[in-house]
Structure formats: C-alpha cells, structure tokens
C-alpha cells in the first residue's frame, strides 16, 4: 500500500518522469502518509521535503477560483445560472448571449483552451496580454469554438474569467478573497522572498518569454505570470500538508459535516457530474471515470482535479480518503502522458489505505 505508493513515486523518479515529489493521504478526520521523494531538480541534489511549495498549476481552479465563486453564491452575490453578458460588457453576441457563470464552471461555454497562438510563419509565438483589459477584451470577443453546452473542453480562458468576476464580486483581488476565507500562508497565490527559495522549480514552454532559466517559485503558466501570478486558472502554490489540510475541509462537509469553508449542499452542488453530454465536469472540480488519473479504485463519488505542473488532489466521500500528490514535472520531466500513468498507478497503490 503506502509502500507500493513510495515505490512508484521513486521509479518515477528515477525514470526522470519528475525530480520531485510530495505527497499526503488521509480522512476526513486525520492524515494517514505523506511522503518525499527526490530533489529540487535533476541536476540540485538538495532533497524536498514536506514543507518544500509547489507550483499547484490548475489546482487554482478548483482549490481557489471554484471555492470563492461557491462562498459568494452562498452570499447571494452570483448565481450559477447567471448570465456572463451580466458581469462583462465585451461578452456580447448571438452565439454566446445564453452562455452562464455555470457554463464557465462546467468548460462548457464554448471557449477554447488558451489563446490563439501566433499566425504560421511568424518568428516567434505571439505573447500574451499583459493586463486584465486586454485578457477579457480578447476573451470576450473572440470566436466560439462550439456551440454552449454542446460539449466540454477544458478552458483556461474561462477560468480567468472566473478569476475577474470572483475580484469584482468581492470588491478585492482574488488572492486577497482566498487568504480571507482559507488562511494559510502555505497554501497562497506568491511566496515570500524566503520560502520562494525553497519551492520546487519548473522551467517554462517554448513559447514563454521566460525560457531560457528556471522559475523559482514564479508561476508557471505564462498568462498567470502575465497577470502578476494571480489568476482564475493558475498562481496558487502549495506544500502537501497545506493542501491536505483542505482536503480535509472538503472532504468532511462532502460527507455532511460543516467545517467553515463551504457548507455541505453547497459542496454537493459543486462536485454533481454536468449534463453536458460526454462530460466528466462538475462545476470546476472534475468527477471520477476509470479511465482517468485517479485510477480504478475510487468510488464514483469521487472527485477531484490535476495540474499541468504534474500536480493532483482527489477526493472520495464514500471511502472517507482524500489523495494529495505534488511533482515538477514541469521541471525537465516527463510527458503529460507519463503523469497520468504515473497518478494513476499511485491512487491504485493507496486503494485499501
């Protein structure tokens, strides 16, 4: 079990999949294991350890974004159904009038994952917008690539749209409303000058700017850090512990016990499987498939999300048991595809834990 689990984390290792790797499983009332394996990057020996931050990537979806637009539906200031031409006056067209803070939620708004990138033959990928004004000009006008509700792609676009309105409703920034209702300096968008030195580093895309050095404890995502490293869809960093400690929020009000951060049926709300045909999503948080990184042991009542960087936190009511695991994969490591082999091997390993 947990053994099996280090020693699939440690072959990953080894096969240069990632350098580093954090993790932490447990109940709604207690940690279980954690673990560390590996070093900074394949090149620094210095070894990680539990207190070492990791660039969550996606997991701002779900851990910040999902949570604040959910505590401001519980206030009354949104509601999922609501329209976005309401809360963008750019979002404006025939083929997106009817799109609602729901489809945004759901990747079922008809937006594309990112941007579009550089027309064929130009020198160099076009680089992304550098202010808030830019990024919802852009993203409200440009063309749908599907018709609402029709499908689920995943979009990073609409999950930066997110970020806006969760800032406008709140009347503060994003990482201001998440520190506000999740106190926890070691689960936040930005580092201070001496953790940040000890975070676990990426190196960037191709087609960022950046290339060329390493990112310590700078975002990933080349729209978040054009952003200032706070966005809808990426910027948050954290240790195992810090996400497992909300885990632990989640899962107890997911099995009906309230615990501050989102009441139950509000969290029942947010992990019920859309009725977009052919969709696994919920609103933010994906839902477990078999065929998916969790692995085949979950209940379907499990639900959970993964991040480019090579992060992941699943969590299943019925078992009791949440699963946290931390990677750089973004670090010179390995495939997408590698990941997901990797994740899924791993919850296996834990399935009788």
């Known amino acids: 079990m947990t053994d099996e689990a280090r020693r699939i984390l440690v072959s990953a290792r080894a096969s240069r999949i990632f350098p580093a790797a954090t993790a932490e499983v447990g109940t709604s009332d207690a940690m279980l294991w ?8 394949f090149d620094d020996p210095t070894p990680v350890d539990l207190h070492t931050p990791f660039d969550l990537a996606s997991l701002t979806k779900v851990i910040a974004t999902a949570s604040v637009i959910a505590t401001l539906v519980d206030a009354g200031g949104v509601r999922v159904g609501d329209l976005v031409g309401r809360y963008f006056s750019e979002w404006r067209g025939e083929d997106r009038e009817g799109v609602t803070v729901r489809d945004l939620l759901e990747h079922a708004s008809g937006l594309p994952a990112r941007l579009v990138d550089a027309p064929p033959g130009a020198p160099s990928p076009s680089a992304p917008p550098s202010v808030r004004r830019e990024f919802e000009h852009d993203i409200c006008g440009m063309p749908l690539e599907f018709p609402p509700r029709t499908q689920s792609v995943y979009s990073d676009l609409g999950f930066i749209l997110l970020g806006f309105l969760a800032a406008d409703l709140a009347g503060e ?21 001496s953790v940040r030195r000890r975070a ?12 060329g050095r390493m990112l310590v404890g700078e975002v990933h995502d080349n729209y978040a850090a054009a952003l200032g490293g706070v966005a809808g869809h990426a910027g948050l960093f954290g240790t195992a512990p810090a996400v497992g400690r909300f885990a ?16 139950p049926e509000r969290i029942r709300q947010f992990t019920t499987r859309s ?61 997408l595809d590698d990941m997901r082999l990797v994740r899924r091997a791993f919850h296996d390993a834990l399935g009788d834990v």
Do not use: K, Q
């Not at 954690?34 to 990057?41: E, F, I, P, Y």
């Not at 994003?174 to 201070?192: E, Y």
């Not at 929020?249 to 989102?262: F, K, N, S």
């Open 200 to 211: 676990a580093p990426t190196r960037p895309l191709d087609d960022d700017g950046r290339r």
């Open 275 to 335: 009725s977009v045909p052919g969709s696994s999503r919920a609103l933010g948080w994906d839902t477990m498939l078999p065929s998916s990184s969790c692995g085949t042991r979950m209940s379907p009542a499990a639900f959970g999300h993964v991040g480019f960087t090579g992060t992941s936190l699943w969590i299943d009511p019925t078992r009791d048991r949440y699963f946290v695991l931390l990677t750089n994969r973004a670090a010179g490591g390995g495939t």
């Open 248 to 263: 632990r929020a989640i899962l107890a009000a997911a099995r009906g016990v309230p615990e501050g951060v989102l009441a």
């Open 173 to 193: 920034a994003l990482d201001a409303r998440f520190s506000r209702i999740w106190p926890d300096p070691s689960l936040a968008f930005g580092l201070t000058r």
């Open 34 to 41: 954690r673990d560390a394996v590996g070093s900074l990057t």
